[in-house]
């Protein structure tokens, strides 16, 4: 088990396949999935209120963004990356890093060591 276990990681993106693939490797390193969630509504409900430890954003959902989400989790001092398969990751403050797509078990690991120090 790697030190990652129990950590309770919120993962926000729109693309179903994308985010049961990010579920199965946060999984496989032992952290408990808070979500998938797959619109901006359900995000911010459980940005404002679900116990996080960190968090996975994606950019782009649908035709919006994940900025407010990252407001509600700069306000609770829950660290976050920004997933992106483009350069908008750098368009999102407080972001801690980005997480390009696809995703590669090493770089998941990689991106939580940074977020979990």
Avoid: Y
């Avoid at 390193?29 to 619109?39: K, Q, R």
């Avoid at 116990?51 to 609770?76: C, F, K, P, Y």
């Avoid at 001092?77 to 590669?104: C, D, M, R, Y």
């Amino acid at each position: 088990m790697s030190g990652f276990a129990g950590k309770r990681i919120l993962v926000v993106d729109d693309e179903p396949f994308i985010a049961m693939m990010l579920e199965d490797i946060l999984g496989d390193l032992g952290c408990a999935v808070i979500g998938p969630a797959l619109d901006l509504g359900e995000a911010e409900a459980l940005a404002r209120g679900a116990a996080i430890d960190a968090a996975i954003l994606d950019v782009n959902l649908g035709n919006r963004t994940s900025h407010s989400i990252a407001d509600l989790l700069r306000e609770r001092q829950i660290p976050f990356v920004v997933a992106s398969g483009s350069a908008e990751a750098a368009t999102v403050p407080g972001a801690s890093g980005t997480l390009n797509k696809p995703f590669w078990p090493a770089a998941v690991e990689a991106a939580l060591s940074e977020l979990i120090a």
